[in-house]
Structure formats: C-alpha cells, structure tokens
C-alpha cells in the first residue's frame, strides 16, 4: 500500500483512509522510494563514537560485546543482532539477539524513566544463531534462529519465565517476524535465496503454542494480488517448508520484517529491495528496488532489518558495507539518517524506538574488530518526527 501525504492524495482523489496523519492508499498509484533529502537534514561530521547524525541528535556506546554493561555485573553477547523495546514501568528494556552458532540467544538491558542504565542479563540461552526476531502484543519476544530447520523461541524480556521454543510456526532458517493484531497472525521471512514469506495463524490469539502455517502465494511479477496457503508439514523435514505449496512465492533472501496501519513491509537482501503487502486488499508492491535507482545514487546497499516510527517513516538497517541506517519518508523518500565510520567489516542491525518514540537503538554487529566478539550497541536519542 503506497503512503502519500495528504496534499498529493487529494489532487490524485479516489477513496482513502487517514491514519495517523498520513494518508494510505491502494497500489494504483505505486512508485518505490527515490532518494532525496531527509527531513532530518545532512548528515555530520562523525561524534566521539564515529556517529555521523543530523543536526540535534547524539549517540552514546550501551554495550560492547565482551564486557560488561556499563553500571551491571552482565557480560554483553557477541554479535548483537536483532532487537526490540518493552514499557518497563516508568522506564524500558531493550532486546537484542546474539547472532553466533551455537550458544547464541539473547540478552537485555533495562533503562529508566531518564535513560540510565539500572541492569541487563540473559533472556535466551542454548539456541543456534539467533538473528532478527519480533515483538508480540502481550510482550514478549520472538527470537528466531537463521540455521537450517531454525525454530522460533518465545522469550520473556523481563527474564522471569523461561523461553519456549515454538515448532508450530514451523521449521527453516527463520529471520524476522512481525505481529498483526488486526487479522491475529504472526509474519515470518526466511533467508534463502529461493525463500518464502509465510504467517502463523495461532489457533488462540495470545498463545503460539498450537496453529497454522501458511505461505503466500503470488507470481512473479513486483506487484500483483496474493493469497495463502497452508504448509502442509511445518516441521520442514523431509521437505522443506519452501517447497510445499505450488505456487507460492519465491523471494532472495528475507530479512527484516515490520507491520503497521493493515501494511507489512518486508527487506530481501539478495535484490536489494524493500516490499509492502496491502492487508485490506491482499495486493503487493515494491517501496524500494534499487534497480531502479540511478546507478551511482542509490542510498541503501544491503537491506536487511528495518523498523517503523510514529511519524510513519521506515528505518532501514544496511548490511552492505555502508554501515547506515536509511530513512524511507510517507513520501517515498529514501535518504540516509545515520552513519558509522570506521566499521566497514560490520553490519548495522536490531533499529528500535524506545516506547516515547525519543530514542533510536541499534548494534554494529562486528564493531571495529570486524569480528563476532567486537559488536556495539548504541544508543541515539533526539527530535525523531511524531
């Protein structure tokens, strides 16, 4: 589903719905996001911890891979991966996965009502790889394992209960999910190059213990109508969870996942695109393709985990080299909004808003050692759109 501002919708007309300032239409009018200036301004010059950002933003350095959390005895995880915020009181915690195969799972830091630092532990342990994941109207965490016959483990931000792993949302190299409390289903992605984009349609919404899995069936065009069809072993094992259903829609390499307003968005990271899929009218498009961007111009180099804000702008981790977090406007314009220097053997990973919205987290995967053990998880804060 395109996003339009308001003007551009009423000289276009036709029917629409106005959600949260931003006006939402059908894919009739469609054309991906081209680059062009952020609302946020140019870019800086690089900050005491090689952040580059617009004017009125700072950053500081949460966790360093290997050390402990500064003001916490808790030794932060390799390879920071994946990551979500939880209202925790008058304060928040953040979640972050732990990319590394075996023992990789996932961690916590928990903040206060002023941002400082108050504890941080283990919330997953003795899981393979965990990669990107999603959050769950009741508050937990979904942390998914990128390995062959991958599962989903559902974990508990506050570390109180354990981690339940969740074989009926079936079993391949799991990335993202994304929770739709509208239609009550689950979004998975799946890194391959062959994958598929599939939901969970839990059997009682609140509980994943029991459910359906079904994959989206489409051609193969970028744009078009979809439907689903129910996968009919989600154990994957003899055969593979992709190659079930005839029909169903191959895509290179699905990495992040986001759903808001009836639209989930989704990153393919072998063509370098991003994808939304219109809920209403079971239609999808492109919101980014960089073959269609100047050669020379085109802002993002490898998508991979993106979020949303409460303005309607998406954020696009990269992992491409560049190591940048890219903004894609409701005007569809795509455009830098953050830079890392000096880390070009890493990755940016696990974008987060804290719950007011004033507070943008995120993780350089490898760091400056451009190794698992080297990763940084920041911490940036300042005038984000409402």
């Known amino acids: 589903m395109e996003r339009r501002t308001l003007l551009r919708a009423a000289v276009l007309g036709g029917s629409s719905a106005v959600l949260g300032g931003t006006l939402w239409r059908g894919a009739a009018y469609a054309a991906p996001a081209q680059p062009g200036t952020s609302p946020y301004g140019a ?11 617009p004017a009125g933003f700072t950053s ?10 500064p003001g916490t005895s808790y030794t932060w995880h390799n390879a920071p991966d994946g ?8 304060g928040w915690i953040y979640v972050s996965n732990s990319e590394i195969n075996p023992s990789g799972g996932a961690s916590a830091v928990r903040f206060s009502s002023a941002g400082t630092v108050t504890g941080a532990y283990r919330i997953l342990s003795g899981t393979r790889q965990n990669c990107a994941g999603g959050k769950t109207p009741w508050n937990t965490w979904l942390s998914c394992e990128e390995v062959s016959l991958g599962y989903v483990y559902e974990t508990d931000p506050w570390g109180v209960n354990a981690a339940v792993q969740r074989p009926a949302m079936g079993r391949f190299k799991h990335e993202a999910a994304a929770a739709d409390p509208v239609r009550k289903v689950i979004y998975l992605t799946e890194d391959e ?12 919404w609140g509980s994943l213990a029991s459910g359906t899995l079904q994959v989206m069936v489409a051609g193969s065009g970028t744009s078009g109508s979809f439907t689903w069809a129910n996968v009919p072993d989600p154990d994957g094992s003899p055969t593979t969870t992709r190659t079930q259903v005839s029909g169903s829609r191959s895509f290179n390499g699905g990495e992040g996942c986001h759903y808001a307003n009836d639209t989930v968005w989704f990153t393919t990271k072998g063509d370098n ?3 939304q899929l219109d809920l209403t009218n079971n239609t999808y498009e492109l919101a980014y393709d960089d073959s269609l961007v100047a050669s020379g111009t085109a802002p993002l180099t490898g998508v991979d985990n993106i979020t949303g804000s409460a303005s309607g702008d998406l954020f696009v981790a990269e992992d491409g080299g560049t190591m940048e977090i890219c903004i894609i406007t409701p005007g569809d314009v795509v455009a830098p909004f953050l830079r890392v220097d000096g880390q070009s053997g890493s990755e940016i990973t696990g974008p987060a808003f804290s719950p007011d919205g004033t507070r943008l987290y995120f993780s350089s995967q490898r760091g400056t050692s451009g190794s698992s053990s080297g990763g940084i998880t920041y911490e940036v804060k300042g005038p ?3």
């Open 43 to 53: 870019l800086g010059s690089p900050d005491a911890n090689g952040v580059r950002l």
């Open 193 to 204: 190059t062959n994958g598929r984009f599939y939901r969970f349609v839990p059997t009682t």
């Open 273 to 275: 695109r991003v994808w």
């Open 384 to 386: 984000f759109r409402a």
């Open 83 to 90: 990551g979500a915020c939880y209202v925790d009181g008058t």
């Open 60 to 69: 500081r350095v949460i966790a360093r891979s290997g050390q402990t959390v």
